[in-house]
């Protein structure tokens, strides 16, 4: 039972580059999120989905751009990489809205340069 | 703003009890208190949570106070492992807003 995968582990990228975060889960959860963390900080929403299909912004969505085509997988694209978002990047999932409890993923190292 | 507050650091000697606070004066009727730590830079792990009973499961004890304005995550034996900044998050479970807001946390370090 792997929980929640994300790929890479670790990426550098040069400004205005772009690239794909994939997070993968195998509990049959509806709910996925994608969060950001900077150094010495808590984690910030960047975008979540309630179900296959659907997409939702969260507390920081500029910059980056979500999918959700099939349920087991969320992926997080950015278009134009900035040195702003080189950042460590976590992947969730829930079963519902979370109320049990979120299961992430161990993160990607992101680093713009 | 977060809306709990926690102590930066704390120490705890291997086998001891951890008892860690959290202060949520401002938590409403429905917010659940949730924990949850980070180890090293891993991803966060859940540990608990509960509404107004305390709760007890294989990881930790949460004891909520009667006013509900604050609560203590207990780590009854703490090992090595247990090094890890935890988080303490006010959460309405089906608050349709799923965007947990966390703090700085607290990072505990046991030392043998």
């Known amino acids: 039972n792997a929980g929640v995968t994300q790929t890479p582990k670790f990426r550098v990228l040069k400004t205005g580059q772009s690239m794909t975060l994939l997070c993968a889960q195998d509990?049959?959860?509806?709910?996925m999120y994608w969060y950001r963390q900077d150094p010495g900080m808590g984690l910030r929403l960047i975008h979540y989905?309630?179900?296959?299909?659907?997409?939702a912004k969260g507390e920081v969505p500029d910059g980056y751009n979500v999918s959700r085509l099939k349920k087991q997988n969320f992926l997080l694209g950015l278009e134009s990489a900035a040195p702003s978002q080189t950042s460590v990047y976590f992947c969730?999932?829930?079963?519902?809205?979370?109320?049990?409890?979120?299961?992430f993923g161990s993160g990607t190292r992101l680093t713009v340069v | 703003d977060a809306k709990t507050t926690q102590p930066t650091s704390m120490d705890c000697a291997e086998g001891r009890a951890a008892n860690l606070p959290c202060n949520h004066s401002?938590?409403?009727?429905?917010?659940?208190v949730y924990w949850y730590r980070q180890i090293h830079s891993q991803g966060p792990q859940y540990i608990i949570h509960?509404?107004?009973?305390?709760e007890t499961n294989e990881m930790a004890s949460l004891i909520i106070t009667e006013d509900r304005k604050s609560s203590t995550l207990i780590l009854p034996h703490a090992t090595l492992r247990d090094t890890a900044v935890y988080y303490c998050i006010v959460r309405a479970p089906m608050d349709s807003n799923y965007q947990l807001i966390w703090g700085a946390g607290t990072k505990l370090i046991i030392k043998p």
């Open positions: 989905s309630v179900g296959e299909g659907t997409t």
């Open positions: 969730a999932s829930s079963y519902g809205g979370g109320t049990d409890g979120y299961t």
């Open positions: 509990m049959n959860h509806e709910y």
């Open positions: 509960g509404l107004k009973n305390n």
């Open positions: 401002t938590i409403s009727g429905n917010e659940y």
